[in-house]
């Protein structure tokens, strides 16, 4: 079907902590609260572009118990078709621990759980979502193989490929960067990724980007948060400007973003409107809390 979207990933349960400030190692300190929300890259990312009024569906796997019930009840509520999502025997549901400090800050450990059952296997059973669909949305919290899988075969069938490369790996094949159209790290992922270590910059950032071009990526989207986003293709480079708004949590900017942009490709706009309309999305996505909680649906922006 024209202007579909098929979203391959993580389905996370979030344990929430807020507190005034992050403990340094070997500290403890006292929390505020404690909520347990729906989550995941993919997940998030799903639910952005459902909300956002994308024809989305969504491959990824949930365990047998309460929490992949929730998670698979939100991507519903969001108008994505979960039906495909499978539920595995003997893997408790991906979960994810996250710390949000009062400025907004966040920093996450995730178990992968039943998120490891997302197999090359599972995704050639789904095959006809590939055919059906116009985009595909990748991320790397499932197996690398299936990452790959899933590139590839977009490739194959002539979709266009975006992939999210968060959590950034240790290393990452030239093979799946030269199948990628649209790569959007953040700084951090784009920085590890490009061989370049922590030392960021302006200039380290373009170099980074340009070095990722090389090895074959399509166009590099990086977001850089409250600065925006650096489009780098080979064209040149330029960079979009965020919209000004009080950060009160950041978990699922970069999740808001990437689905914002989904819908927008998909739907036909410009790399430059398409951009306008994903930074629009990820500012209003940090004016409020929790993971999912904190997506806009199409209504809400001023577009």
């Known amino acids: 079907m024209e202007h579909g979207i098929l979203v391959i990933g993580s389905l996370n349960m979030d344990l929430s902590v807020t507190m005034k400030r992050m ?4 500290e403890t300190v006292m929390g505020e609260k404690l909520s347990y929300e729906p989550g995941g890259k993919g997940a998030n990312q799903a639910c ?10 969504m491959l990824g796997c949930v365990g047998r118990d309460e929490f992949g019930l929730r998670l698979c009840k939100s991507l519903e509520g969001s108008g994505v078709d979960g039906t495909r999502i499978k539920t595995v025997d003997g893997l408790s549901t991906g979960t994810a621990v996250i710390s949000v400090n009062e400025k907004g800050d966040n920093s996450i450990v995730v178990v992968s759980g039943s998120n490891m059952a997302c197999t090359e296997e599972y995704l050639r059973e789904n095959d006809d979502l590939f055919q059906w669909c116009s985009l595909i ?21 002539g979709k266009k490929v975006i992939l999210n490369p968060a959590p950034a790996p240790e290393s990452i094949s030239q093979e799946l960067l030269s199948l990628v159209d649209v790569l959007t790290p953040n700084e951090t992922e784009l920085l590890k990724l490009s061989g370049l270590g922590t030392a960021g910059g302006k200039a380290a950032i373009e170099k980074g980007a340009e070095r990722l071009l090389e090895l074959g ?3 590099v989207l990086v977001t850089l948060g409250e600065e925006g986003a650096l489009l780098v293709n080979h064209h040149g480079k330029v960079y979009y400007p965020s919209q000004k708004v009080k950060a009160v949590d950041t978990t699922a900017a970069g999740d808001c973003f990437n689905g914002a942009l989904a819908v927008a490709l998909s ?6 409107q398409s951009i306008s309309f994903a930074n629009k999305a ?5 004016s409020r ?15």
């Open 282 to 286: 990820a500012a209003l996505s940090v």
């Open 217 to 219: 990526v399509g166009q």
């Open 23 to 26: 403990p340094e190692v070997g």
């Open 289 to 303: 809390r929790g993971a999912q909680d904190s997506l806009p649906f199409y209504r809400e922006l001023d577009w």
């Open 267 to 272: 739907e036909g706009m410009t790399m430059e």
């Open 137 to 157: 949305l990748l991320q790397m919290e499932i197996p690398a193989e299936a990452v790959l899988y899933g590139a590839r075969r977009g490739r194959e069938l």
């Open 48 to 57: 952005a572009a459902g909300r956002l009024g994308g024809n989305t569906r």
